[in-house]
């Protein structure tokens, strides 16, 4: 699986899964094939935050961040727009802390839903990844949410 730690998720999740357990993970990973940059590298009925909680059972995992660049993160727009953080996840106690910190950041956060979401969060992370690399768009723009 790659992502935010290309190719070494699963060593990640092997060599500290005993201090995981009972801890609440946020995924940021986009788990594109770096090699060519043309798709996912996880099943289709699936995401890598599904992988990342399937390993670590006694955690919950929280999908969020992927969407979003460095830039855009720091400094809080894409374009005109505030930046938006999409969290998915199925403990509502830990998304709603992880929506506060966000907001307490000073960025906007919307709660995408459940843990099954993760899949289109990775979706829009692997194109929006594309466009960039493909410079059809800048490292500092991105997706932005209109309310």
Known sequence: MAGAVPGAVAEILDAHAE?????????ITNPLD???????????????????QAALPTA???????????????SGTVGALPTTVLVAGDDDAAKQTLLGLVREGGLE????????????????????????AGEKISWTAGFGLAR
């Open 19 to 27: 201090q995981l357990a009972g801890k609440v993970v946020v995924d």
């Open 34 to 52: 770096f090699s060519t940059f043309d798709s996912l590298v996880v099943p289709a009925d699936s995401s890598a935050a599904a992988q990342i």
């Open 60 to 74: 919950t995992v929280l999908k969020a961040f992927n969407t979003t660049f460095a830039a855009t993160l720091a």
């Open 109 to 132: 956060a919307v709660d995408a839903g459940a843990l099954s979401r993760a899949r289109e969060l990775e979706a829009i992370g692997f194109l929006q990844l594309t466009l960039a």
